[in-house]
């Protein structure tokens, strides 16, 4: 089966422009997870959708981060405007569903550099 | 809120020798524990799910055990390579959210 499939890899932008980056989950997975990966540490969830409805984003800093799951499919995380501490590895996770016995599987990730 | 500690946060080995790597966790309510390994500016890797019911889990020179009322796991690289040389992160998956630690670095020395 494919795997989950995310773009750009690389993005370097200025302080207080914008980026989006896309993901697509592993056919048929229902739930999908936005991470932020900052450099020597773990992944934090900012993001989870079960189909196109938002389960959890208590992590998501919301004045500046948006995420959507349009038809329940792909998903689009966009950060306007952006500042340095945003520079990060975006990871987009699926899963069959929340709570999937068989466990998460993640896209390569987009790192993203704000200078 | 469930607590994941990785140790040692790195480490290097001499080729051929055995890995151990710590994880432990808060709280022992949980659905699964998943091993990934992560190589520089890249995505995750799974390596190995562990089911809350059970106590360990194999797959080839990999091997990692799961104490839930200690709230412990430990992988096992048996005969390191070079080629192991990644960041290994534990997530655990409890309440539907995947908590992770902070990972073990890992280089193997030829």
């Known amino acids: 089966e494919a795997g989950v499939a995310q773009s750009p890899r690389y993005k370097i932008i200025e302080k207080r422009q914008s980026v989006a980056f896309w993901c697509n989950p592993i056919?048929?997975?229902?739930?999908l997870y936005w991470y932020q990966q900052i450099l020597g540490q773990g992944p934090k969830l900012l993001i989870q959708f079960q189909n196109n409805g938002v389960v959890d984003d208590s992590q998501l800093p919301k004045d500046r981060f948006s995420a959507e799951r349009l038809k329940g499919v792909d998903s689009t995380l966009k950060i306007q405007p952006a500042k340095l501490e945003d520079s990060a590895v975006y990871l987009c996770?699926?899963?069959?569903?929340?709570?999937?016995?068989?466990?998460?599987?993640f896209g390569s990730g987009t790192r993203l550099t704000v200078v | 809120k469930q607590e994941v500690t990785q140790i040692p946060a790195a480490l290097s080995v001499p080729e051929g020798e055995n890995l151990v790597l710590n994880c432990s966790f808060t709280d022992s309510a949980i659905y699964n524990l998943q091993w990934f390994r992560q190589d520089p500016g890249k995505g995750l890797t799974s390596l190995l799910l562990i089911q809350s019911s059970q106590r360990e889990q194999t797959s080839g020179r990999l091997n990692a055990s799961l104490d839930k009322s200690s709230g412990r796991s430990t992988l096992y690289i048996a005969a390191s390579q070079p080629g192991d040389s990644a960041t290994y992160l534990c997530?655990?998956?409890?309440?539907?959210?995947?908590?992770f630690g902070k990972g073990n670095q890992v280089v193997v020395i030829p």
């Open positions: 996770a699926s899963s069959l569903y929340s709570g999937e016995p068989r466990g998460y599987t």
């Open positions: 056919s048929g997975h229902a739930t």
């Open positions: 997530a655990v998956h409890g309440n539907n959210r995947l908590a």
